[in-house]
Structures are given as C-alpha cells and as structure tokens.
C-alpha cells in the first residue's frame, strides 16, 4: 500500500515535471521577451492554470494508451501556443490580440505565407526548436517503446482524489476566466470567432447586396461620368516623392502634379486591412463601429444608378469570405484577378486592360472600384525586374542595417512601380475626354524604419508612417466645368482627415445627397470641419507624439 503511494506520488511528480516544461521555457525566454512584468506575470499565472488542467485531466483517464496519448497531444498543443506567443513578443512586442486573431480569419494563403516569411527569423526558429524538442523526444520515444510512458501506467480510484481533481480543474478554468483571459489563447480565439461571426452576420446584411433599401437619395445628378476609385494596400505617404521623399519614388506622378489635387494630412483609421476598409468603404466609424442602417460606396452608387465593378488584384477569400469581399459582391460586376494559384505574383499592372474594357464599353455611368495589391509585403514580389531601381542606403533611414537597406529598397522599388500603375491608370481615363474623376488612397501604410526599427504594420507598434497614407484626386476638364466647386480644391489640401469618412468625399464626388449625409465630412465640400481623429480605439493622432 505504501509502496503503491510512492510509486504514484513518483509519477505524479514525473508527469508534472514534463508537463511544466512548457512553463519553464516560457519563464526563461519569456523574462527576456515580455518587457512589461505585470504582462509576463499574468502569462506565467495563464500558462500554470492550463498547466494543472492538462495534468488533472490525464490523471482523471484510466487507460494507460490514452494517458499517453494526452499527454503527447497536450505537450505538443502548450509548447505550440508558447511558440505562438513567444513569436509576438519577439517581433510586435505585445500578446496574440483579439485584432490579430480576427484578422488571420480573413487572411488568405499568400498573405500568411507572407507574413511569416517577413518576419521569421533564426532568433524564432531557435524558440521554435526549443519549444517543439521535448515534444518530437517524446512522440518518437513513445513509437519505439511499446512502454515509453510507464510511469503512466497507473489507475487513481480513490473517489475523493478524483472529486478534487475535478475541482481543480474547474478552479483554474475558473482563474484562467477571470483573471487571465487576456492570455489565455483558447478563450480569446474562442470569443474571436464568436465575435467574428457577428460580424460576418452583421456585414453580410447591410453591405453584401447590390440593393440596400436603407439608402434613401434626396438629390442626384444624371450626367454621364466615369469613376474610378482606386484603393491601394499598405502604402505610407513617408515613401512618396509626391510628398517630398528624399527619392524619386513618383516620378509619373510628379510630372502631372499640375493636374492632381494632393491631400497632405490624410490618415487610415487603422492600420489592418479588414479593420480599415470596413470604415473607409462604409458609414461606420471608430466611435461607431456598427452604424445603424450601414451601407457601402458600392451600393451607395448601386442606388444612383451607375453601372458599379470591382476589379482586384487581391484574392476574394481567406479562410472565410473577407470583409472588402462581402463590400465587393455589392457591386454589379467583380472580377478578382488573383484567385487561379494562391502563390503566383499578379502584378498590378495586370489590372490596366480590365479597367479599360470597362471604361471603353457600352454604358454611360460607370464607377469602377479597383482594388490593388500596392506595396504589400513582401515587397520584391510586388514589381517586376526592370523597377528593381534604388541602391544603397537611404539617408533618411533612422535604422541602418543591411536588412534594413534591402527592405527599404524594395519598398521604394514597389512604390515607385505602384507609382507607374497610378499614372496609367488616370492616363486611361484621361484619354476618354469624358465628364470623369480618378481617386486614390490606401488602405493603411507600412513602417519601414522611419520611426521605429520595424518593418511592415501592427496595432500594438502602430507608428506614424502605419497611419499616414496618399490621398489623390484626378478630375477631367469636363468634370470640372460641370462641378467648379472643384477649382477651390488646391485650398483644401491641408485639410485634417481621416479616410474613415469616405463615403461622405464620395458622395460630394459624384453628386448623390442621402438622408443621413454629412457633408461637414466631406474632405471636398466648403464645409467641411476638422474633427478629432480618432485611432487605436481612443487615441488622438493629432496629438500622439
């Protein structure tokens, strides 16, 4: 009997042993990662109550061959999760967030592909290798040995041990709710999909169908007219000669600069896709995230009765239909170019003959939504060759390393060929010598050791150059004779706004008033006020340092 006790109490502090070694990886490279001691203290508290869950559950098993199983199962799942998180505080500095897990919900296979190879790195793969070791030693050593987890080999039938098992385990589901939620990866990933559902739900009624009864036309215009509206992807105005970059990242662009209305103080609500279309392209807003009767600019034209495409450069789905998708299904016509090989590298180019069939065919109100891949990472895969243009290192790069010099390269590379697409694209449309308009902004930039030694966009380490982002206008003689409230524009271009207000610019652009309208947002109209700009949930960017 007593040898028995010792003999459990043997395996009992073997199992816990192995199973803490997560745990102890964890405070070792967890201490070096996590700059915040209240952050790195919550995780631990997270990690030890997952911890004494795997453990009382496997105790709670009789079967030797399921013992070993979970136990295999559970080391490889913790040790995942810890990877997971030691992957963010290396490279973003701050815990998996509820954002960040919403958004991998609408990311697509290149776009995660993407995403690891920009940021993976041999410090990673070393956690990696550490977290996965413990895990390949023990599945291998359970395949050659029939009994590699003797110590398992064991049965608890005292009712008492079992009913405190059972407490425990509800004890530290209990504290890991309501104290440490937040790091807890299950319980987030499990309110982000709950929440991320709502959404969908949410987006696909008021925004997915070409007509929105909501929308309710006080005043129109009929005229004949071509619009295009461009959105571009992860361009900062940092990198753009047209705003006084040191390199000539837009030299198409600078040549016609007579003929644009440039904004220099226009900003991205966000800097994630998802996060920032879905106000840019729609009436909600930070402080109104699910307005009441939404619709899109899509329909809002549906309803003006223009003839409404979408044509990208941008795969229609990720794990799950994305949101600029459910806005683009609105339209009358969608055509997405990259959806035949979700590896193969469409440049945006590609797009230039689509638009002109468009622009060229049979109809006379036309409003065209092109949506590019732009500067997105990773960026020497975003022009081809012969744009393989800057050398060196830029002068202006605050980090200066040879990753950094190559990074900063090629997105000046890709923003100088974006620059190209852009031109051609006006270029197009200028040729009709129609009543027409060409807008473009991004949806969000990029950081590229401007600021910060990072590269590319995140909330946590959201910077200046993530926010700062190219507003461009292009109108045709004919608009401007039709509409010379236009010539007053050049007085508007240090205007404060935020793109979240779009569809109020672009009602003003094509001469559509709404019940609901507020032309005080209008980044176009007379007046037009400056309001506070609202980012990270609560932050005022215009007074962010």
């Known amino acids: 009997m007593i040898k028995d006790i010792k003999n459990h109490i043997k395996s009992l502090l073997r199992l816990t042993l192995i199973m803490s070694f997560p745990l102890l990886l964890f405070f070792t490279l967890g201490y070096f990662l996590v700059s915040e001691t209240d952050s790195f203290y919550r995780e631990l508290g997270a990690i030890f109550c997952i911890t004494v869950i795997c453990i009382s559950f496997i105790l709670l098993v009789k079967s030797y061959k399921l013992k070993s199983i979970l136990l295999v199962f559970f080391q490889w799942l913790l040790a995942l999760f810890i990877a997971f998180k030691l992957f963010f505080y290396y490279t973003f500095d701050t815990k998996p967030t509820a954002s960040s897990i919403f958004v991998i919900f609408e990311t697509n296979a290149t776009e995660s592909s993407e995403f690891f190879k920009s940021y993976f790195n041999f410090s990673f ?120 970059y040191n390199r000539k990242t837009n030299p198409l662009l600078s040549k016609m600069k007579e003929e644009l209305y440039v904004f220099n103080d226009v900003i991205a609500p966000d800097v994630m896709t998802i996060l920032s279309l879905e106000k840019a392209l729609t009436l909600s807003n930070n402080k109104n995230p699910k307005a009441e009767n939404n619709f899109s600019v899509v329909q809002l034209a549906n309803a003006a009765n223009y003839d409404t495409y979408w044509i990208s450069n941008q795969q229609p789905v990720g794990f799950t239909e994305s949101t600029p998708t459910i806005i683009a299904t609105a339209a009358k016509q969608q ?51 012969s744009y393989n243009y800057f050398k060196g290192v830029n002068e202006r790069t605050k980090f200066k390393t040879d990753k950094s010099k190559r990074l900063v390269n090629e997105y000046d590379n890709a923003i100088r060929y974006n620059d190209y697409v852009i031109s051609e694209i006006i270029n197009l449309v200028k040729k009709q010598h129609k009543n027409s308009f060409v807008v473009y902004f991004s949806d969000h930039g990029d950081e590229v050791y401007d600021t910060i030694d990072f590269v590319g966009h995140h909330r946590h380490k959201g910077s200046k150059p993530m926010f700062d982002i190219p507003f461009i206008a292009w109108f045709s003689d004919k608009y401007k004779l039709k509409n010379s409230r236009i010539d007053t524009l050049t007085n508007y271009s240090n205007r404060k706004y935020n793109a979240e207000d779009f569809i109020y610019s672009f009602s003003d652009i094509i ?35």
């Open 511 to 545: 001469n559509v008033d709404f019940i609901g309208n507020d032309k005080s947002r209008s980044l176009f109209n007379i007046n037009f006020k400056e309001r506070k700009r609202w980012i990270k949930d609560s932050l005022d960017y215009d007074r962010w340092k």
């Open 125 to 244: 793969i070393v956690i990696l290798m550490l977290c996965f070791s413990i895990c390949i030693y023990l599945i291998i050593k359970s395949l050659l040995k029939e009994k590699a987890f003797n110590f398992l080999d064991f049965s608890i039938t005292n009712r008492a041990f079992q009913i405190s098992l059972i407490g425990l385990i509800l004890v530290s589901g209990y504290m890991l709710r309501r104290s440490f939620s937040e790091q807890s990866i299950v319980l987030k990933l499990s309110e982000s999909i709950k929440d991320y559902n709502i959404a969908k739900d949410y987006y696909k009624e008021h925004l997915a169908q070409s007509i929105n009864n909501d929308i309710k036309i006080t005043s129109q215009t009929k005229e004949e007219q071509i619009g295009i509206v461009i959105i571009g992807e992860a361009t900062s105005r940092w990198h753009m000669g047209l705003y006084n």
């Open 335 to 385: 055509q997405f170019l990259a959806t035949d090989n979700y590896f193969s590298t469409i440049y945006d180019e590609s797009l230039i003959p689509e638009i002109e069939k468009v622009i060229t065919s049979k109809g006379k109100r036309k409003l065209v939504f092109v949506h590019l891949i732009g500067t997105h990472r990773t960026y020497k895969k975003r022009y081809p060759e």
